[in-house]
């Protein structure tokens, strides 16, 4: 396997490739139509960023209301606030089953507890809808959801039709004999543009809050705002809170917040990070999470070991009728080798890594001595996801599947009038993916980008 990847992959512990083909290269996002996520759930609901194709309430009355939120530039947080703030009601009784891309066109379930159905319908957002579907007695959650599908064109491709044919051939050959790509968690998962969630998760569960806030608030990056990225650097100069609270563009709505609590108490880290909502530090911890779980993965695949074959320790874990992972697992035992081979080919195990945490330890056998290294290397251990101080965002750990399986996969070509300098094509991409995984993970195995925010990632 190549291990040319690029340098913020790296940063995120995605150190290598599943296929040794050559990519496509290109852009993702040229606008945000060329990136379509449609959520799915168990029972088959599709969320369709096609508003004349969704359906409307008919059921009596329950607790909850089910609605579609189809929108455009948005981050999920962003517009859950908008939409709580016009309906006069705490962010606590909207719920998600998943964090969707801002930089794209999406659609998605959310559920909303104890407000009129007319109410909802008054809700006014700029390229966004909310468009209520049914009535539940249940809020929505991550338990209902099966899956995403994705409707992704390549724009700017970096060589001929026939070329770019060839190689997206070759990827797709390697990845089925491969039984799928790597399951790490996306660029999204950290930040493309502010690639820093993970590093101050690392700080928090450390209990070094001062450092994680300093990251949070004054480290800049060049992919952002040049007046965003002013007002940090100010902050970092001076550390003044008080006064660069000033500077802060408004829409840097949690950095205010915190800036705010440090003006008036310039030594309560803690504190600050309090004012911002238990999500957004869940994230944190969560993103650091999703780190050392990559760095797990990469770390297996450099050294040569299979991913749906189990070695003595390897945690594997039942999946469902679904596919889906359940809370059934068990380490392997030497003779099982061949069993749980075929079992991975019938869909029913599944190779799993833990997301450490205070009630998740690492591997057993090889396995376990890459991640005990990857532990001792970062100076953590899975105790330290229980935060004494801040409880509520402590991180119970648990499993994820080692493999991406990629349903439903198609590719077509069409012409691109906008990429008249590199050829006049694009490449459309359509798939599905389980919940929890990542399409630009999926996308990097065929593009190859070397400069993932260049490429849109």
Same mark, same amino acid.
């Given at each position: 396997?190549?291990?040319?990847?690029?340098?913020?992959?790296? /940063?995120? +512990?995605?150190?290598?490739?599943?296929? %040794?083909?050559?990519?496509?290269?290109?852009?993702?996002?040229?606008?945000? =139509? /060329?990136?379509?996520?449609?959520?799915?759930?168990? /029972?088959?609901?599709?969320?369709?960023?096609?508003?004349? *194709?969704?359906?409307?309430?008919t059921s009596n009355p329950e607790r909850y209301v089910i609605c579609v939120?189809?929108?455009? +530039?948005?981050?999920?947080?962003?517009?859950?606030?908008?939409?709580?703030?016009?309906?006069?009601?705490?962010?606590? %009784?909207?719920?998600?089953?998943?964090?969707?891309?801002?930089?794209?066109?999406?659609?998605?379930?959310?559920?909303?507890?104890?407000?009129?159905?007319?109410?909802?319908?008054?809700? *006014?957002?700029? *390229?966004?809808?909310?468009?209520?579907t049914r009535f539940s007695p249940e809020k929505?959650?991550?338990?209902?959801?099966?899956?995403?599908?994705? /409707?992704?064109?390549?724009?700017?491709?970096?060589?001929?039709?026939?070329?770019?044919?060839?190689?997206?051939?070759?990827?797709?050959?390697?990845?089925?004999?491969?039984?799928?790509?790597? &399951?790490?968690?996306?660029?999204?998962?950290?930040?493309?543009?502010?690639?820093?969630?993970?590093?101050?998760?690392?700080?928090?569960? %450390?209990? =070094? !809050?001062?450092?994680?806030?300093?990251?949070?608030?004054?480290?800049?990056?060049? !992919?952002?705002h040049r007046r965003a990225s002013r007002a940090r650097e100010r902050l970092r100069e001076t550390g003044d809170y008080k006064s660069c609270l000033r500077f802060f563009p408004r829409r840097l709505f949690y950095e205010r917040l915190m800036l705010l609590h440090l003006s008036r108490y310039p030594n309560d880290f803690l504190g600050a990070f309090r004012k911002i909502p238990r999500t957004i530090r869940v994230l944190f911890v969560q993103a650091y999470q999703s780190y050392l779980f990559?760095?797990?993965?990469?770390?297996?695949?450099?050294?040569?070991?299979?991913?749906?074959?189990? !070695?003595?320790?390897?945690?594997?874990?039942?999946?469902?009728?679904?596919?889906?992972?359940?809370?059934?697992f068990r380490n392997a035992?030497?003779?099982?080798?061949?069993?749980?081979? =075929?079992?991975?080919? %019938?869909?029913?195990?599944?190779?799993?890594?833990?997301?450490?945490? !205070? &009630?998740?330890?690492?591997s057993k056998g090889i396995q376990g001595q890459i991640e005990r290294q990857v532990l001792k290397e970062e100076n953590i251990s899975p105790k330290d996801f229980y935060l004494m101080d801040m409880p509520e965002a402590s991180a119970a750990g648990g499993l994820r599947s080692v493999l991406i399986p990629l349903m439903n996969f198609d590719v077509t070509f069409e012409e691109d009038k906008h990429n008249i300098d590199r050829g006049n094509f694009a490449v459309r991409f359509r798939f599905m993916l389980h919940k929890g995984s990542y399409a630009t993970v999926v996308l990097r195995e065929f593009m190859k980008p070397i400069d993932l925010v260049d490429a849109g990632f």
């Open positions: 396997m190549t291990t040319e990847v690029s340098s913020l992959d790296a /940063d995120f +512990g995605i150190m290598v490739y599943a296929s %040794r083909s050559l990519g496509i290269g290109g852009k993702i996002r040229v606008v945000p =139509e /060329d990136f379509v996520v449609e959520e799915v759930l168990i /029972d088959g609901s599709k969320a369709s960023v096609v508003v004349a *194709n969704i359906n409307r309430p939120l189809v929108k455009k +530039g948005w981050d999920t947080f962003s517009a859950l606030r908008t939409i709580a703030r016009q309906l006069d009601i705490d962010e606590e %009784r909207i719920s998600i089953s998943g964090i969707k891309d801002a930089r794209a066109l999406t659609a998605q379930h959310i559920s909303i507890g104890g407000v009129p159905l007319e109410k909802i319908s008054e809700i *006014n957002l700029e *390229n966004a809808a909310i468009i209520p929505i959650s991550s338990k209902v959801l099966f899956g995403n599908q994705f /409707d992704i064109k390549v724009r700017a491709i970096e060589c001929s039709i026939e070329e770019a044919k060839q190689r997206i051939e070759e990827t797709k050959h390697q990845i089925d004999v491969f039984w799928g790509v790597p &399951n790490f968690f996306g660029h999204q998962r950290f930040g493309t543009i502010r690639p820093f969630t993970h590093k101050v998760g690392r700080h928090i569960v %450390r209990g =070094e !809050y001062e450092k994680a806030a300093l990251i949070f608030l004054s480290e800049p990056s060049v !992919y952002e990559n760095r797990f993965l990469s770390e297996r695949i450099k050294h040569g070991l299979s991913l749906n074959e189990a !070695y003595p320790g390897d945690f594997v874990v039942s999946l469902d009728k679904n596919g889906l992972p359940t809370n059934n035992k030497p003779d099982e080798s061949f069993e749980i081979r =075929e079992a991975i080919r %019938r869909k029913e195990l599944a190779i799993a890594l833990p997301l450490v945490g !205070y &009630n998740q330890g690492v």
